[in-house]
């Protein structure tokens, strides 16, 4: 019988989008209780220490991170563990770096480097609309933000264009056919494509078919998707790629052609 929080994390147990190899060590780092689930996140020291290379060692990394220098969404996060997820502003103003958290079309953790005007902002879905106390409507997103009196067109699923300064709205892409939108979840994981329609299943989970920049057609559950703009045009900024997830041969004649190329 357990008791109390669990502590640690086995390192053959941590998320496979982590890309950490299995002979480094038993134990993998164990993120916080923070804006992100566990499986869909990723901790600072992974993201310092394993992926911008950064630090070397595990006290390095807490050296970096109580140095205050490492900020998540314009906050200053002293906690190495601290988990970061999908569409998180990462900045580090020593040396003028912005990122933000994506996905790969392979369904790994992306980190993505965009410019200073960028980071001023992200893109928050909504995960569920109600009224709270004295009757104040209010919006939660996918990244635990509480927004207050936001616009009364905006819908479940629909996605919000957050200020980081002032963590107020002031945009908003309706779930609707026609829009451009990125897969969060599930074995399209990382892809990008235009909703087509929607099919409701009552009882079941409701499904969305999506159509890439290629052409590709794929199917994937509503709570997968994540609309990024409004009809073709992308409201931050996409990897190299923009989504399209090729085949194995399509990868393999990729390679061999950059391969003659340099010969």
């Not at 989008?17 to 480094?24: A, I």
């Not at 041969?249 to 010969?263: I, N, P, T």
């Amino acid at each position: 019988m357990a008791r109390g929080p669990k502590k640690h994390l086995k390192r053959l147990n941590a998320p496979k989008k982590w890309m950490l190899d299995k002979l480094s060590g038993k134990f993998a780092p164990r993120p916080s209780a923070g804006p992100h689930k566990l499986r869909e996140s990723m901790p600072l020291i992974v993201l310092i220490r394993n992926k911008l290379k950064y630090s070397l060692t595990y006290n390095e990394t807490k050296k970096v991170t109580m140095s205050r220098a490492i900020k998540v969404d314009g906050k200053v996060r002293t906690d190495m563990c601290f988990p970061t997820g999908f569409m998180d502003v990462v900045s580090i103003d020593k040396t003028g770096e912005y990122f933000r958290m994506l996905f790969d079309v392979k369904g790994r953790f992306l980190i993505h480097r965009i410019k200073k005007e960028e980071s001023a902002y992200k893109l928050c879905n909504v995960k569920s609309v109600r009224t709270a106390a004295k009757g104040v409507p209010v919006i939660t997103t996918h990244d635990g933000r509480t927004i207050r009196y936001p616009d009364p067109m905006i819908k479940l699923h629909d996605t919000v264009k957050v200020d980081i300064a002032t963590n107020k709205a002031v945009d908003y892409i309706k779930f609707e056919p026609g829009n451009l939108a990125y897969i969060t979840g599930g074995q399209n994981c990382g892809r990008i494509g235009i909703i087509t329609h929607k099919e409701k299943h009552p009882g079941s989970f409701d499904i969305v078919h999506v159509k890439d920049s290629v052409g590709h057609s794929f199917a994937t559950r509503l709570t997968n998707v994540f609309p990024i703009g409004k009809g073709k045009q992308a409201w931050v900024s996409l990897p190299r790629g923009k989504g399209v997830r090729l085949s194995i041969a399509e990868e393999r004649d990729r390679k061999m052609a950059a391969k003659a190329k340099e010969m």
